[in-house]
């Protein structure tokens, strides 16, 4: 059913569809889905839930992900992978944009636009990726404002505190941090850029109870870990934010060599999507066979003579 009918609405908001996926037993894998396309072959694939990463957003649009994508241009994603997939979004909220009124605007703008969740980080702007070295951390204290503010915001957007701590703090530090956001009200804990499995665990057994996040982020401090043993750690959600990006842009820029050096794109035909598979994808006949059902052309009479 495409989304234009109001019958493939779920009545259950966003981050009550998420609580429910995390109300039950065991890990919660959520993909990295860089635009609508990415997030229903992601939902093909059987995945419940959609993440939206800030680096793979602003990666796709050209741009280092150092805080400088705007509230709108996040919800502009937001709202084509979740009207795509109808899954729930996990959405990448960097620092809030700000301070506390900014944090508020974005989680107005992020429910309006169909989100499910949102993680806010402790860093400063510029804001880095997790696993680069020298980042600048907030204050505590005005982080857990932040984390306030979202709370005193939201209607039922799930709301997740990053800590960037780790590297510079140490574990206790990132412990702290999060013992602090979760009396704030934060419902879970992302702490970023941990490296070992003994870190994992330790973060996970000093915070008993805390719904708890993981990162696996290609090319950084974590080491492959899969959905089993991030579960048998201790956490309750993990995502592989930038990983669909990379592996397309890699695809992309071998299609652009292929074409500039033969001259057409004929020596890569074996690594597209066919029209037929896209279609389907996309639900293209779905589209028509609606419009079938509700535009009916109406031939004009013949004008009388
Ligand atoms: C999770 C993350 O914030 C993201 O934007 O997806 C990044 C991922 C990355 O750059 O690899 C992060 O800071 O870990």
């Not at 709301?159 to 530090?173: K, N, P």
């Not at 930038?242 to 020596?267: C, F, H, M, P």
């Amino acid at each position: 059913m495409t989304y234009l009918s109001a019958d493939s609405y779920s009545h259950i908001p966003a981050g009550e569809r998420f609580r429910a996926l995390l109300a039950r037993p065991g890990i919660l894998g959520i993909p990295g889905t860089h635009n609508g396309l990415a997030a229903q072959q992601a939902k093909a694939a059987g995945f419940e839930a959609a993440y939206l990463s800030g680096a793979a957003m602003t990666a796709s649009m050209g741009l280092p992900d150092l805080g400088i994508i705007t509230v709108d241009e996040v919800a502009f994603f937001i709202r084509q992978v979740a009207r795509a997939s109808g899954l729930p979004v996990l959405v990448d909220g960097d620092t809030g944009y700000g301070e506390a009124l900014n944090v508020m605007h974005m989680v107005r703008t992020f429910e309006d636009a169909g989100a499910a969740a949102v993680h806010l980080e402790d860093q400063i702007l510029p804001k880095k990726c997790g696993h680069l070295n020298d980042k600048k951390l907030a204050p505590a204290q005005d982080m857990a404002a932040k984390v306030a503010a979202a709370l005193h915001a939201r209607r039922h957007l799930y709301i997740i505190a990053r800590t960037d701590a780790a590297a510079s703090e140490g574990l206790d530090g990132a412990v702290a941090r999060a013992k602090l956001y979760m009396e704030a009200g934060a419902d879970a804990i992302f702490p970023e850029a941990l490296n070992t499995e003994e870190m994992f665990r330790e973060f996970a057994k000093r915070l008993p109870g805390v719904p708890l996040l993981a990162n696996m982020t290609e090319f950084g401090r974590t080491p492959f870990y899969t959905k089993e043993q991030f579960q048998d750690f201790g956490y309750k959600m993990m995502i592989w934010p930038v990983t669909s990006l990379r592996v397309a842009a890699l695809a992309q820029e071998k299609l652009y060599k292929s074409i500039a050096q033969d001259g057409g794109a004929q020596n890569c035909v074996d690594q597209m999507l066919t029209r037929k598979d896209l279609y389907a994808t996309i639900d293209y006949a779905g589209f028509e066979a609606l419009d079938a059902t509700i535009v009916k052309t109406v031939v004009p009479e013949a004008t009388p003579a």
